[in-house]
């Protein structure tokens, strides 16, 4: 199912190793392998300026919280060239990193945005069990104003993954900052 926007529920997420900036978990680099258990996972792809992320970082981190407690992985990945926004350098994602509780990882090659077909900020993919992704999209349909939301399609794919039912919202566009790449 791959398209010229990328991996789509029904392909196979690539694995990957990426240096992790944040410090706290103790690690220096993860493997989605390692950190995808039997259940699966959550890859979002962030970076530290968007407005979008910004706006949502409570609630990112209520879903990395539910996975953890649900088994389930779940890794940030920034993937923006530092030169054309040098507040998503390596520094800057290590101080950003304090305040989350799960890895952020960096993809300073853009291989793995590139890969994923990743095109926003935030953009989430769910993975299952099999490397299968379930879910590409958006956490729901107000990004900026987290009080108007009026849909939960990444909490409700979670659920659904978890319950062993059919995912019925597999793919939203995300509404973010756009990926910055090399040139």
Known sequence: MSSDRGLEPGDSAPDFELPDANVSLNQEA??????????????????????YVIANEERIESIASKCREKGLGFVGINSNDPIVYPSDDWEHMVNRAKSMSYPYLHDADQSVAHAFGAERTPEFYLVNSK????????????????????TSELADAI??????????VTRTDSIGCSVKWKI
């Open 30 to 51: 993860i493997f989605k392998s390692t950190t995808f258990d039997e259940s699966g996972g959550v890859i979002m792809f962030t970076c530290n300026h968007c407005p």
């Open 131 to 150: 490397k299968t992704i379930v879910y590409r999209g958006r956490l729901d349909d107000s990004p900026r104003d987290p009080s108007k939301a009026t």
């Open 159 to 168: 659920e659904l993954m978890l319950s062993g039912e059919k995912v019925s």
